[in-house]
């Protein structure tokens, strides 16, 4: 089990990227796509969690405390070839609709640092249970 940040590598909220990543304008986003940033210090403490990228992109089932089952991406690249980040899978809103819930936020609301303070975690705990699936807790 590891924590893994919703935030910047320097503990910021991202302003066009992360859960933020649909208030994007100049890219191929929708205003609530959003994605889990996978730094590679997380990567290098956490040996075995997180995987290089294979050749051909699978999805992957995130197991959520609350018995979500989500089917995810781990995509771009990132250094020594492993993801740069988690998104779900076929519409990128999916996580991003999913958090803002869990957050009590109305869908249309860019998510805020306040707002993760407010609910008590900037994190996410990930277990993985196999090659396919890991469990995730964003409980409070």
């Not at 740069?84 to 109305?106: E, T, V």
């Not at 805020?112 to 975690?121: K, N, Q, V």
Request: glycine share 10%; proline share 6%.
């Amino acid at each position: 089990m590891a924590e893994l940040t919703l935030l910047t590598a320097n503990g910021r909220m991202h302003s066009t990227g992360g859960l933020n990543w649909g208030s994007n304008a100049l890219n191929h986003t929708r205003p609530y796509d959003s994605y889990i940033p996978i730094h590679i210090g997380f990567i290098r403490a956490n040996p075995g969690l997180i995987d290089r990228k294979p050749p051909v992109q699978r999805i992957l089932y995130f197991h959520w405390d609350d018995g979500t089952v989500m089917e995810v991406l781990f995509e771009g690249d990132g250094p020594d070839g492993y993801p740069k980040q988690i998104a779900s899978a076929h519409h990128k809103d999916i996580l991003g609709k999913y958090l803002r819930n869990r957050l009590g936020l109305p869908l249309n609301r860019r998510i805020e640092m306040a707002d993760l303070i407010s609910y008590g975690r900037t994190t996410v705990t990930i277990e993985r249970i196999d090659a396919l699936n890991y469990n995730v807790d964003f409980s409070v």
